[in-house]
């Protein structure tokens, strides 16, 4: 694209696409100096000083623009440059992904180090796909970190603001999304998470399947225990005082009873209770299931599997890490129980 004195000028008056204000930074990061030449003195001076985000935040886009384009600290004018160059750049909704290598967010004993940032100062919901095959829909305005390669046994993700998440399932790989206070544990599911600066609460949607919700720190603040929620519910946890308030985003159903089908390829478990899973799975398959009906009374889970041992072991230890039990096997003899609870039925 060649480069002319209009469309630098459409540039610096935000009336450029998304392709041409790219072309024009990359032009004037190879070319330093040179908008000089497009533009006189008295047209700097009658561009408008647009400023689409408070001082501090337009410091902070400017600072993250620099730092990917390997811009070093500007002259004054030059500084204008780029904070307009930030701002048209942000209207054009091109978003910025940046590698840190050492990220603010707590790092845990198994996650990799290298992090990647993800902040979305377009107008439209950015669409993500991480390493595990997840879906993550970030919203304006809204910042997200996470591992750019997966490793060990969790999928942590720390968010400010809101993002849909559509997770890949993995029942030996919990997905955590870390936000302010709270995290909220799925392991296959769609759920959305709402943690804005000027909100009081954190509100989670649950639309399929089923997540854990619970403090970041158990040791520390306010006492709340975990909250499992259904599709179709909806979770607000005061920031400061933990308190929890459960809501319905949909109607519930008036039938309360679960629904299980079986072909000859595959067993499928709609909003069934546990015990009638694990009814099903013993008349299905070789196996035995031993649990204490304190244990697992009012817990419902959806899913699907193959007959298969593998899948029935893989799906009993989904269900067992969603409601906080402990499995043991021996002998295609399955043992679920609270942690602190030996008893069986």
């Known amino acids: ?26 032009y004037l990061q190879q070319n330093p100096g040179k908008e000089d030449e497009f533009l006189p003195e008295q047209a700097w001076n009658d561009l408008p000083a647009a400023s689409l985000f408070s001082p501090a935040k337009e410091k902070e886009l400017l600072k993250k623009v620099k730092k990917e384009l390997g811009l070093k600290t500007p002259q004054t004018r030059k500084l204008w440059i780029w904070s307009a160059a930030a701002s048209i750049l942000v ?6 992904f940046l590698k840190n290598e050492s990220p603010k967010t707590p790092v845990h004993k198994n996650e990799v180090v290298h992090t990647l940032v993800n902040i979305n100062y377009g107008k439209e919901v950015l669409v993500l796909n991480t390493a595990d095959g997840s879906t993550v829909f ?30 890949a399932k993995d029942p030996q790989r919990p997905f955590r999304v870390y936000a302010d206070e709270m995290v909220t544990t799925a392991l296959g599911t769609d759920f959305t998470v709402t943690d804005k600066e000027e909100d009081e609460t954190i509100l989670i949607q649950l639309h399929e399947g089923r997540v854990v919700i619970g403090p970041k720190n158990l040791k520390s603040g ?64 070789p196996i035995q299931i031993h649990f204490k009906q304190s244990d697992i009374a009012g817990r419902y889970f959806t899913g699907s599997i193959k007959p298969d041992l593998q899948q029935a072991e893989n799906m009993l230890r989904e269900i067992a890490l969603l409601n906080q039990l402990t499995i043991n096997l021996r002998d295609h003899q399955y043992t679920l129980s609270k942690p602190s609870t030996t008893n069986n039925h």
Do not use: W
């Open 91 to 96: 209207v054009c909704g091109v978003a910025l």
């Open 138 to 167: 970030l919203q304006p305005g809204s910042e997200i970190r996470y591992p750019e390669h997966f490793k060990g046994i969790n999928r942590n993700f720390y968010l400010k603001g809101v993002a849909r998440f559509k997770v």
């Open 222 to 285: 306010p006492a709340m225990k975990p909250v499992y929620l259904q599709a179709g519910e909806e979770l607000s946890v005061h920031k400061k005082s933990l308190v929890s308030t459960r809501a319905y985003t949909t109607k519930p159903s008036t039938n309360i009873q679960g629904n299980t089908t079986i072909s000859a390829s595959m067993i499928t478990f709609k909003n069934e209770s546990l015990e009638n899973i694990f009814s099903t799975l013993e008349k299905e398959l």
């Open 1 to 26: 694209m060649e480069m002319t004195k209009e469309l630098m000028l459409r540039f610096f008056k935000d009336q450029c696409t998304a392709d041409e204000a790219t072309e024009v930074v990359n």
